[in-house]
């Protein structure tokens, strides 16, 4: 699209938008404004820089006109106090054209200020789930008067655990309402969500767009399970001099302390995980040292990964293949940025090749196949979801004939035996030091 022209803009907002120094409308705004206009639910598949805010704040203005009502018409939901102020501040930036009222809330500061300011009345309101929860509680805000509900950046809204309150808050709004939301990428979580919220939403994406799929080499392994995942990992990670700063993609916190824990022992500090049950500073402290190459493997879940500004990345390691082919493009075009040329591999089991499939469809490009190395060891260890599942819950007589898996050990004990077998295997062949199980190899590492 040429030009803000061509949407159905009020002359009031082109000139904020003129004075913005805008001049045309970004894809996911192109595409956004006649469906919120239209009144239909929204999901909105975008990243942060694409011009989402605006995208859904353009039309929700334009239709939003003067009243003297003092509860707010319109609820934005953020995940973090940050992006409540910076939602804040775009939507002052049309403060000038029209005297909009608007409040951000957020945890972590004193509710009584907020109380006041909300007592004031507002058009809309900006809030974090929590602190927006608590103000309806204490009544010191009414909800009844809410026609739009916008949720951004779901997927990192769930992912930090979010979901209790935001199905409380959903529930107590008008159900008369038009809902949008924002997520950067699709998760079985976000989809569920969406199937329990949304009638019939309209879904506007262009997360595809961009990814340089021309820098990017890629690769595929077949892979029978878990544990050959990490047993083929482990045998190219060694690789020092090609995979230089390697960022592996897991589906899930489970898995990635699970992943942590097996690369941690043979690659110790030269790995390190982030995800969303990890403390902020640990958080930073991992991202810092893998920008600074200290660090040469990061395990990431999706969620994580997103927003964070790495370059440089020479493999983006798929341990498990997307269900959202979208998350794919996401996660791939992490390397091969800015001209440099990247690779990237997916590992995938029997169960994941429809999904690699339904990536090959969307890119129009057959990932190609490498053979498994007949050096890496193929484990018959199974992870819990691996497991065939029981059914015959009355029946204990019957555990016997069920399979392996009634057989094994607690999946707690199981790791342990695991890591030290492979430990010995793997010394053997590259004659690597232990790292654990050695309790003096990282202090007289970090002690140099
Ligand atoms: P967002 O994805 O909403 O975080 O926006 C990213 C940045 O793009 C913000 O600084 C916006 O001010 C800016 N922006 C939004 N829409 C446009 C546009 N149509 N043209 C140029 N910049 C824009």
């Known amino acids: 699209m040429e030009s803000f022209n061509e949407l159905n803009i009020s002359k009031q907002m082109q000139y904020a938008i003129a004075d913005l120094g805008f001049e045309k409308p970004t894809p996911i705004q192109a595409q956004s404004f006649s469906v919120i206009m239209s ?77 006041e300011a909300v007592a004031e009345g507002a058009d809309i309101i900006v809030a974090t789930p929590g602190r927006l929860y608590d103000l309806v509680v204490s009544r010191a805000l009414q909800l009844k008067a809410i026609k739009k509900v916008v949720i951004d950046e779901v997927d990192v809204m769930l992912d930090l655990g979010f979901r209790f309150q935001l199905t409380n808050i959903l529930e107590l709004l008008p159900t008369k309402r038009q809902n949008i939301m924002f997520s950067a990428t699709m998760t079985d979580e976000v989809n569920v969500f969406i199937h329990d919220f949304f009638i019939a939403p309209t879904t506007v994406s262009v997360a595809v767009s961009g990814t340089p799929l021309e820098n990017i080499s890629q690769f595929a392994y077949a892979v029978p399970n878990f544990y050959t995942k990490a047993n083929l990992l482990k045998h190219l990670l060694q690789n020092e001099k090609d995979f230089k700063k390697v960022l592996i993609f897991v589906p899930n916190k489970k898995s990635a302390d699970l992943l942590f824990d097996i690369l941690d022992e043979f690659f110790g500090s030269e790995v390190a995980v982030i995800h969303s049950n990890k403390t902020q500073n640990y958080r930073i402290r991992s991202i810092e040292n893998f920008n600074a190459e200290k660090t040469r493997i990061l395990v990431t879940t999706d969620v994580m990964a997103r927003g964070l500004d790495l370059d440089q990345i020479s493999h983006v390691i798929n341990f498990d293949v997307p269900n959202f082919p979208e998350n794919y493009m996401h996660r791939i075009g992490r390397t091969g940025r800015a001209e440099q040329d990247g690779t990237a591999i997916l590992l995938y089991t029997e169960k994941e090749n429809d999904a690699k499939e339904s990536i090959e469809t969307l890119m129009d490009l057959k990932i190609k196949e490498l053979d498994f190395p007949s050096e890496v060891e193929i484990s018959k260890q199974l992870t819990y979801e691996e497991q065939p599942q029981v059914v015959e819950i009355n029946n204990p007589n019957n555990m016997e004939e069920v399979g392996p898996a009634f057989h094994e050990k607690k999946e707690k004990n199981k790791k342990e035996n695991q890591g030290g077998s492979y430990k010995r295997i793997i010394k053997q062949k590259y004659k690597k030091p232990k790292t654990r199980g050695d309790k003096n190899f990282r202090k007289n590492k970090r002690g140099k």
């Open 39 to 115: 009144g239909t639910d929204m999901v909105g598949i975008a990243q942060t820089g694409t011009g989402k805010t605006f995208a859904y704040m353009l039309p929700i203005l334009q239709d939003l006109k003067f009243s003297k009502e003092t509860n707010p018409r319109v609820l934005v939901m953020v995940p973090t106090r940050e992006l409540v102020l910076q939602v804040v501040e775009e939507i002052e930036k049309f403060g000038k054209y029209a005297s909009i009222r608007v409040i951000g809330v957020f945890g972590g500061t004193n509710i009584n200020r907020q109380k």
